[in-house]
T-cell receptor
């Protein structure tokens, strides 16, 4: 069975500050991990995904995430927050079968 | 290339009414999904279709039915709407059934049941 836990349903950062959104996963088999972003009143858009090719994954809009097997984590980071980063972020895991398992989401607020 | 499209964008129903949410994709994907999104609960899978002609229940199938009309289209039907079905509904598609494959999402249908 697979599951995802996102710590912190709301995160606020100042513009220009580091963004860190946390995701921990549980999987009985090697997982594939995804980060999606959802802007207000829109669908989910893929930010990046981990496919076991490299533990540090770079995505769109300057985001990156590092897969740490020992910590079962896949945290999302961005060195410098921009106002346009304000959105809801979802971590998801896919391992076996035909399903994705999503976390409950983290709402990011960027303070000017 | 429109990706995944959903209709309608917004709908208001009265308790007991029925409706069908439509979803279509033009990426020649085999797998399609219906999710509902509720505050604080993330996305929960209602039904999915691994290929044309097959459908399977997800985490929260009660009160819903689906039809995989053809490879492009996957509809979700509420036979007798209830206030608990007020939610945002997302359709998604994926090329196949491999765990590595990305899901692509439509813009969503916002449903209010009074």
């Amino acid at each position: 069975a697979q599951s995802v836990t996102q710590l912190g349903s709301h995160v606020s950062v100042s513009e220009g500050a580091l963004v860190l959104l946390r995701c921990n996963y549980s999987s009985s088999v090697p997982p594939y991990l995804f980060w999606y972003v959802q802007y207000p009143n829109q669908g989910l858009q893929l930010l990046l995904k981990y496919t076991s090719a490299a533990t540090l994954v770079k995505g769109i809009n300057g985001f990156e995430a590092e897969f740490k097997k020992s910590e079962t984590s896949f945290h999302l980071t961005k060195p410098s927050a921009h106002m346009s980063d304000a959105a809801e972020y979802f971590c998801a895991v896919s391992a076996t079968g035909n399903q994705f398992y999503f976390g409950t989401g983290t709402s990011l607020t960027v303070i000017p | 290339n429109a990706g995944v499209t959903q209709t309608p964008k917004f709908q208001v129903l009265k308790t007991g009414q029925s409706m069908t949410l439509q979803c279509a994709q033009d990426m020649n994907h085999n797998s399609m999904y219906w999710y509902r999104q509720d505050p604080g609960m993330g996305l929960r899978l209602i039904y999915y279709s691994a290929s044309e002609g097959t459908t399977d229940k997800g985490e929260v199938p009660n009160g819903y039915n689906v039809s995989r009309l053809n490879k492009r289209e996957f509809s979700l039907r509420l036979e007798s709407a209830a206030p608990s079905q007020t939610s945002v509904y997302f359709c998604a598609s994926r090329a196949g059934q491999l765990a590595i494959e990305t899901q692509y999402f439509g813009p969503g249908t916002r449903l209010l049941v009074l």
